[in-house]
C-alpha cells in the first residue's frame, strides 16, 4: 500500500500534527519532538469517532509503518562509518559490553515475568543501542504493534530524563575524567538528544566547552552503527521461527524469506556507505542534512500515527512492568559501562 487517496487523508493529518511536535521538541531538547508526539496523538486519538477513524485510518497505519521505515533509512546519510569506528574505536569494548547486558537483561526479565515479548525486545533494544531511533528500527522486523512502540519510547524517555540528572553528579563523586565521563555518558544514556543535554551538563560543570560533548556524541553514533546487525539478528530469528512453524505443522510450503527481511535495514545501510564513500573522497556532506531532517520529522509523524492507534487504558495497565524493565536494563548499563571502563584502564 501506498500513497494514494485512501492513505493520503491519515497521512495529512499525522504530518500537520507533528507540526507543533517537532516545534517544541527544538525548544525542549531533553524531552525531544517523538515524546511530544506520542502525547498529542494519545490526546487526539482519545477523542476520534469511528468516522473519523475510517477516513484516515489507513494513512495512519501507513505513517506508522512505511514512514517509520523510511526515517530509518535517511537515518543512515548521518552515520560516516570511517569516521565513527576511528574516533570511536577505543569505545567498542564499553559499548559491546553495555548492549550485551542490556539485551541479556531483557531476555532474562521477559522469561521471570508476563511482559510481551515485543516489547521486551524493543525495550533492550531501545536501551542499548540508541533509544527511539533502534526501537523505530527493530518494530517492524518483529512485527511490533504501535502498543509496543508507545510502551517502549515511553520508558526509554523516562531514564534519558532520570539521567541528565543523575549521571553528571555521580561522574563527579566517582571522580570520572572527561574523557571518562563523555564515554559513560555515550554508552550509558539511551537517545543523542538525551546524551547531548547530559554530556552538555558535564561541560558547564567542569567548564571544558564543548570537548565532553562531542566525544560523548561520537561515542553514541558509534552505539548507533550497531542497528545494522540487531536487526539482521532479530530478522533472523523471525525466519527462524517461520521455518518452525512450518515444520510442525507439516505443511509442506516453504518460507518466503525475503518477505521476512528488513530491506529497509539494507537501505539504511546504502545511505550509510553512500555517507562514508563522499566523505572518504573529500565531498563536502553538509548537503546531506537535510536528510537527516527529514528522518527525525518523519518519526515524528510515525510517532503521532503510533498515539493515533494506542490505548491509553492498557498502556497505563502494563506500565509497571515495562518500567521495572526499563529501570533494570538502565541500571545494569550504568553499572557495566563504569567497570568495562575500569577493567580496561580508562577509568
Known amino acids: 500500500m501506498g500513497i494514494n487517496t485512501k492513505t493520503f487523508p491519515g497521512i495529512t493529518l499525522c504530518f500537520i500534527l507533528a507540526i507543533p511536535c517537532w516545534l517544541l521538541g527544538q525548544q525542549f531538547h531533553l524531552i525531544g519532538s517523538p515524546i511530544f508526539a506520542i502525547i498529542l496523538g494519545i490526546i487526539i486519538g482519545s477523542l476520534f469517532t469511528s468516522w473519523k477513524r475510517e477516513k484516515t485510518g489507513a494513512g495512519i497505519a501507513f505513517t506508522s509503518k512505511k514512514i517509520l521505515q ?16 576511528h574516533v570511536g574505536w577505543i569505545s567498542l569494548p564499553v559499548i559491546i559490553s553495555t548492549i550485551a547486558t542490556s539485551l541479556i537483561v531483557s531476555y532474562i526479565i521477559f522469561k521471570m515475568t508476563h511482559i510481551e515479548s ?25 512485527n511490533a ?3 509496543d512502540i508507545a510502551q517502549a519510547i515511553s520508558v526509554v524517555f523516562f531514564f534519558n530524563v532520570v539521567a541528565a540528572f543523575v549521571f553528571p553528579p555521580l561522574g563527579d563523586a566517582l571522580h570520572l575524567s572527561n574523557m571518562g565521563f563523555g564515554l559513560f555518558a555515550g554508552t ?7 546524551v547531548t543535554a547530559t554530556a552538555a551538563v558535564w561541560d558547564s560543570m567542569k567548564g571544558t566547552g564543548t570537548q565532553v560533548l562531542e566525544y560523548a556524541t561520537i561515542v553514541k553514533l558509534t552505539r548507533t552503527l550497531a542497528i545494522i546487525p540487531i536487526c539482521l539478528g532479530l530478522a533472523s530469528y523471525q525466519v527462524y521461527k517461520a521455518k518452525q512453524i512450518v ?8 518460507v518466503n524469506v525475503a518477505s521476512i527481511f528488513p530491506k529497509f535495514v539494507l537501505y539504511f545501510v546504502i545511505c550509510s556507505l553512500i555517507t562514508t564513500i563522499l ?3 573529500k565531498v563536502d556532506i553538509h548537503f546531506l542534512d537535510i536528510f537527516k531532517t527529514i528522518s527525525k520529522y518523519f518519526i515524528t509523524m510515525a510517532m503521532v500515527a503510533i498515539g493515533l492507534n494506542t490505548n491509553i487504558v492498557k498502556l497505563l495497565k502494563s ?7 526499563g529501570a533494570a536494563c538502565w541500571i545494569a548499563i550504568a553499572i557495566v559501562s563504569l567497570v568495562t571502563q575500569h577493567i580496561i584502564g580508562l577509568w
Not at 188 to 194: F, G, K, R
Open 247 to 254: 515444520a510442525n505443522s507439516g505443511d509442506a510450503a516453504s
Open 118 to 142: 515485543n516489547t521486551a525486545v524493543l525495550i533492550g533494544v531501545g536501551s542499548s543501542i540508541c533509544g527511539g531511533s533502534a526501537i523505530a528500527a527493530a518494530a517492524p522486523v518483529i
Open 279 to 281: 566523505s572518504y573522497m
Open 70 to 85: 523510511w526515517a530509518v533509512i535517511l537515518l543512515g546519510f548521518g552515520l560516516n562509518i570511517t569516521q565513527i569506528l
Open 145 to 147: 504493534d504501535d502498543q
Open 319 to 325: 506500565g509497571g512492568s515495562a518500567l521495572a524493565l
Open 188 to 194: 550509558a544514556v539511551n537517545d543523542t538528544s538525551s
